[in-house]
């Protein structure tokens, strides 16, 4: 089983959202089991919960995991593919987020649509590496970081700026004929508590907007005490 894996077809999308299939999802990430097993713990029928079954296995996101026999029936048991499912932006490919439709490194729904932007593209990368049966090359950092003032927050971003704009003027091989591009996302944002609420904010917005890496540094547009639209 994956720890995660992602959704990119729009209806293995939509049957991955209804309420009682998610639920059966959720049972099969805990362990696998028959639709005997899972009619008592969701409420429904067997033949119920087997209708449910194979509209998820016709969209992978179940599979045979094996069989027992109890009593005279062989009893199919069941198991989610992933631990956890991402729903891709490219699931609604007609209305899905552009990042690069606007640029405003300010604002919130800009990091937003990156952030979506992230999620397609690597979830593309996972599943074509999956299917040619080879590693996929990415890295992350994740980290969390506590700023005494607005002011130290602005002068984060622009050192945070400054250096890693550094390491793409050093690193960037544009005429490079076997190179390969790749995508650098850098953001910052308050941090979310365990109750699903944003962390309380006592610094007023202040700073103001910073060149993406490789971009020369410009006039800001607007300032961070600008309310996002």
Aim: aromatic share 4%; proline share 8%.
């Amino acid at each position: 089983m994956l720890d995660v894996t992602v959704i990119e077809d729009p209806e293995a999308a939509a049957v991955s959202l209804d309420p009682i299939r998610a639920r059966l999802l959720a049972e099969l990430a805990a362990a696998p089991a028959s639709a005997a097993m899972l009619a008592g713990r969701v409420g429904l029928p067997r033949q119920k919960v087997n209708y449910h079954l194979k509209a998820l296995e016709r969209h992978g996101l179940v599979e045979l995991a094996g069989e027992r026999r109890k009593g005279n029936v062989n009893e199919r048991l069941m198991r989610a593919t992933a631990a956890s499912y991402v729903i891709s932006p490219a699931a609604l490919p007609a209305v899905q987020p552009d990042p690069d439709r606007f640029r405003d490194q300010l604002s919130a729904r800009w990091l937003l649509a990156v952030g979506a932007r992230l999620v397609r593209d690597v979830g593309t990368l996972i599943n074509g590496a999956a299917r040619a049966r080879r590693r996929l090359a990415t890295y992350a950092l994740d980290g969390e970081v506590r700023f005494a003032s607005a002011a130290d927050r602005a002068a984060f971003v622009q050192e945070l700026t400054a250096g890693v704009s550094a390491l793409v003027r050093k690193y960037d091989s544009p005429g490079a004929d076997d190179g390969r591009d790749h995508r650098i996302v850098v953001a910052l944002h308050p941090t979310v508590k365990a109750d699903g609420h944003p962390a309380a904010d006592p610094l007023p917005a202040a700073g103001t907007s910073s060149p993406a890496p490789g971009e020369r540094p410009g006039t800001p547009d607007r300032t961070a005490s600008e309310p996002d639209q």
